[in-house]
């Protein structure tokens, strides 16, 4: 019989568990895996609400061949207002373990175009990835959002940091650096350094637990400050990052009693290429982009104040990449990936440093940042 993708519903829960267990027998991959319930935990579909998760399967005679997800939001270009996009997530394909079903990759993504042609994917682990080389032969179009990190405690991120360690050479450097004393005494000048060159004037910070009311005004007045966003008025932000949630946290940021921004920041979920580090990400933020630094060192203090060791954040703005380096930020090798299908990228204007985008977008939240 034909595949057939459909929304992917209660009734075919055992055939993705089928596939899911396929998968997983042949790729012992923990991340290939499809969502084992219909209904989306994050993001449900709900009445009056346009950010929202929705799943299809692949379907070969009730076999599941297949998946992907779609996450529906609001997107705002500038001179064009606002639009509904959506992102492409989470695509699986029985094709991964057998070539018998190496096509339903493309029947995926040809699907989410009809259904969404304002299609856009964010992520993926690098260029040279199978779903962003796909992407590339279909014409859609690919850029890195920029990589930034702080090194919070110079000792545990020499000893720790595994994905810089591989090189037997390089992990007798760290260590050398690490007990002599001296990667303590380059990482802290060198980030001291770039503080002391951008003075960042005072500010006050609080921590919220529901985002107040004047976000809203925020949103209004400083919207058209980029070429391209995704929606952050309070309704958005406060279904992303709902009252009670103990794992971001949230900032509110203002100067002189007038507020000019907020951040959301959090504990990374533990990934070995950072041994046993704490990793805090900056996940998400806004303001007008004179006001960016402002934010990222309230974000950065936060983080510090909580204990981790290093301090990662990607961010697309030129000005949040100017106040990352402000707050004493490297800029590192990207393997976060933006790419837009060719409806999507004939509407953008400007570069994607005009454009603000960063680890909320996607299917980034809520931890898989």
Known sequence: ???VIQPYREEHQEAVRAFNQRLQATTA???????????????????????????????????VRGAYALKCERFLLTGHGEYTVACYHHPLSEG????????????????????????????????????????????WSLQLVPFYFRVVHPYRFFRQMNALRQARWRRWLMDLGAFSGAGWLSVTAAQSAR????????????????FPA??????????????????????????????GDQHLTKLCVSQQGKPIGWAVVGERRRDPKYGSLHV???????????????????????????????????????????????????????N????????????????????????ANGDGLPRNF
């Open 1 to 3: 019989m034909p595949i």
């Open 29 to 63: 991959d923990p991340n290939l895996v499809f969502y084992a319930r219909s209904s989306p935990s994050w993001l449900p579909k709900i009445d009056g609400s346009p950010l929202y998760n929705q799943y299809f399967v692949a379907l070969e005679d009730g076999a």
């Open 96 to 139: 991964i373990i057998n070539r018998t079903y190496s096509a339903v990759g493309s029947l995926l993504l040809r699907d989410a175009l009809s259904r969404e042609p304002m299609l856009y994917a964010l992520g993926m682990g690098g260029l040279d990835r199978p779903l962003a080389k796909m992407l590339k032969v279909m014409g």
């Open 195 to 210: 503080q002391f060159l951008n003075r960042i004037s005072p500010f006050e910070m609080t921590e919220v637990d529901d």
């Open 214 to 243: 004047w976000t809203d005004t925020l949103w209004l007045e400083t919207k058209d400050a980029y070429c391209l966003t995704s929606v952050r008025d309070r309704a958005t932000i406060c279904r992303l990052y709902p009252p």
């Open 280 to 334: 805090g990400s900056i996940v998400d933020c806004w303001a007008r982009p004179d006001n960016a630094a402002q934010v990222m060192l309230a974000a950065t203090q936060t983080l510090e104040h909580k204990g981790m060791d290093l301090i990662v954040s990607n961010q697309s703005h030129q000005q949040w990449c100017r106040a990352l380096e402000g707050c004493g930020f490297f800029r590192s090798e990207s």
């Open 336 to 359: 976060f990936v933006f790419a837009t299908s060719k409806k999507l990228s004939a509407l953008l204007q400007g570069k994607l440093s005009d454009f603000h985008l960063n680890r």
